[in-house]
């Protein structure tokens, strides 16, 4: 049988798969500062859901204490047993769960804009999936994840232990909304700007909200002044008049 | 507008039809499709219509966000087309009957030598034990020791502390977390599972001595029978696993380092995710049944042999109620 075939990694650190029909994708790979922004939105995720639950569930147990008397069993150790037990399976099941469900994502790789992809650039399998997470014990030692951290600075693919058991990649997730192959549409049909100043606007105003105020101001006025077109008045808000003046350059929906 | 400018109108506008429907195709159905051949030409025709307008974008646009959302909409349409068809339960039942029996044999001797690292430990913590009982401070906390100095087992009294149920999972959680870390400490070389095999036999060896120090052996003995096959069983496979892993960085053969660890991985992950599952079995008797002084020896005796027959069958030979032979590896 054909072995499929393996991943190589160019320059600035892609993912460069050849498709079975000769067509070549590649996939920006994920590195240290990414991969460490989605753990630490996932850690307080998890933190506060199994926080949410010993809170909740130890205020009703205390309810049922004033209004029951004390059961035949040693009710501190059932109760402690019944708080923490499914607090530890919200904690430690979550990345598991989370990522066979929502296809190689958690909620804080889709916050970090990453997922993950075996080689292929394909969602991965429950048991790859599995496999990576029962190796976290690994990369989790000792306690602060020191050994995924170095597997993740000294691998080519800047993967951890377990991706690197399960042959899994954590990649930038390049999806492009719904939204802006509307709107990249309509410029195209109706815009007299240039293929490549179409694509520049249609990306400033995606990353709009990501950027810092200084920035969205300076890149907002470079694109104006390449374009040729005045800068907005002076205002109160003058991030707000800047992205007013490239709204107005899409066509109307 | 110049002339390429209208060009690419005329393409945008003719392709954006058919780019529309591949998505809405792509999408996941509520319902099973009516005529799931229809379908897959669809797809098949739509994913060579992607692969001609990429390649054209890429020639045309460069880096453009159009072959942007081209280039994942290739491979969203890649991934339906060449994704294994979605068979959870058949393919559940082939890694039961067919590869688990498989890569029990063919890893036999990593789980001989994983058996032979715990048999020794025991009985060296039994000697060790029986030789210097002062050293059982090292495997268990005063707590336990105070009991035994009282003539009672550590264990005694764990239906006093909580429900059977509650038990149950505790005791599987621990258990499973054992299991996983036997297997996965042997990234380093095996070492770490030789640990984890070693220090778990060390102190099954020890509290034996130390009970049968007290005349307690016979009813430790009588709590650990019921779960104790099971448990042991595949924290010893575990622990085979973790030396397999480690074998494959030590002696990767003719692959590459990374291939031969990757394989392994791949491998022992199946035996790992079809043994663990026992554990839940093990973790409800030692909940309901080890504990529980109504249970006489004998029902502890069938029930531990039971459940360890029934295990090492369904692992050595696959699902008895399911036809078809494996081959033998």
């Avoid at chain 1, 067509?23 to 307080?44: C, E, M, N, P, V």
């Avoid at chain 2, 509520?30 to 739509?46: D, W, Y």
């Avoid at chain 2, 575990?238 to 660890?261: D, N, V």
Wanted: hydrophobic share 50%.
């Amino acid at each position: 049988m054909q072995q499929p075939p393996k991943p190589q990694a160019g320059l600035f650190n892609r993912l460069e798969v050849q498709s079975p029909d000769a067509l070549d994708y590649q996939l920006d790979i994920a590195g240290l500062g990414a991969r460490s922004h989605a753990f630490i939105i996932d850690l307080h995720i998890r933190f506060l859901l199994a926080l949410t639950w010993v809170l909740l569930v130890s205020g009703g147990i205390s309810l049922l204490d004033q209004l029951h008397s004390l059961p035949r069993y040693g009710w501190m150790s059932s109760r402690q047993l019944i708080v923490l037990l499914p607090a530890f399976c919200l904690y430690f099941l979550y990345h598991p769960v989370l990522e066979v469900l929502m296809a190689g994502r958690t909620p804080g790789k889709r916050m970090a804009g990453v997922r993950l992809v075996n080689h292929l650039g394909h969602t991965p399998s429950i048991g790859a999936i599995l496999l990576r997470n029962v190796l976290r014990m690994v990369d989790a030692l000792p306690g602060i994840y020191l050994v995924g951290l170095l597997a993740v600075a000294f691998t080519r693919d800047k993967v951890r232990i377990g991706d690197l058991a399960a042959d899994l990649v954590l990649v930038y997730d390049n999806r492009l909304p719904a939204k802006t192959l509307e709107q990249m549409t309509r410029l195209a049909l109706s815009s007299d700007l240039s293929g490549d100043d179409q694509a520049l606007l249609l990306d400033l105003l995606k990353r709009w909200d990501g950027l810092s105020v200084e920035v969205r101001i300076r890149f907002a006025g470079q694109f104006l002044a390449r374009i040729g077109q005045p800068m907005p008045p002076p205002d109160a808000k003058p991030d707000l008049a800047f992205k007013k003046a490239l709204e107005k350059l899409l066509p109307p929906s | 507008m110049d002339t390429s400018q209208q060009a690419l109108t005329h393409w945008l506008t003719a392709r954006k039809v058919h780019w529309d429907a591949l998505e809405a195709q792509l999408k996941p159905q509520q319902s099973p499709s009516e005529q799931p051949l229809a379908e897959a030409r669809e797809l098949l025709v739509g994913y060579r219509g992607v692969m001609n307008d990429l390649s054209l974008a890429r020639r045309l646009q460069g880096t453009a966000l159009i072959t942007r959302y081209l280039e994942n909409l290739f491979l969203k349409t890649h991934e339906e087309l060449y994704r294994p068809a979605p068979h959870f339960w058949g393919r559940l039942g082939d890694l039961y009957h067919i590869d688990v029996p498989l890569l029990m044999r063919r890893m036999q001797r990593a789980l001989y030598a994983s058996l032979a690292v715990f048999v020794v430990a025991l009985l060296v913590g039994w000697v060790l034990v029986s030789a210097y009982p002062e050293l059982i401070n090292l495997f268990a906390s005063p707590a336990m020791i105070r009991e035994v100095h009282a003539g009672r087992l550590w264990t005694d009294g764990l239906l006093n502390v909580a429900p059977s149920s509650l038990l149950s999972v505790g005791i599987a959680a621990n258990n499973i977390s054992v299991t996983l870390l036997s297997f996965g400490l042997g990234v380093f070389y095996g070492v770490g599972t030789l640990y984890m095999i070693g220090i778990n036999g060390l102190m099954l060896g020890g509290a034996f001595a130390f009970a049968a120090s007290y005349g307690l052996d016979g009813r430790l003995f009588a709590f650990i029978i019921g779960h104790g096959v099971v448990e042991l069983s595949v924290i010893i496979i575990a622990g085979g696993l973790g030396l397999q892993l480690g074998e494959a960085l030590i002696r990767p053969g003719t692959r590459s380092r990374l291939q031969a660890f990757q394989a392994t991985c791949t491998d022992t992950g199946k035996v790992l995710l079809a043994a663990t599952p026992f554990l839940l079995v093990a973790g409800i008797i030692e909940g309901f049944v080890s504990p529980n002084p109504l249970f006489g020896m004998m029902p502890r005796v069938l029930m531990g042999l039971g459940s360890g027959t029934l295990f090492w069958l369904v692992m050595l030979y696959g699902l008895p109620w399911r036809r078809g032979k494996f081959v033998r590896g």
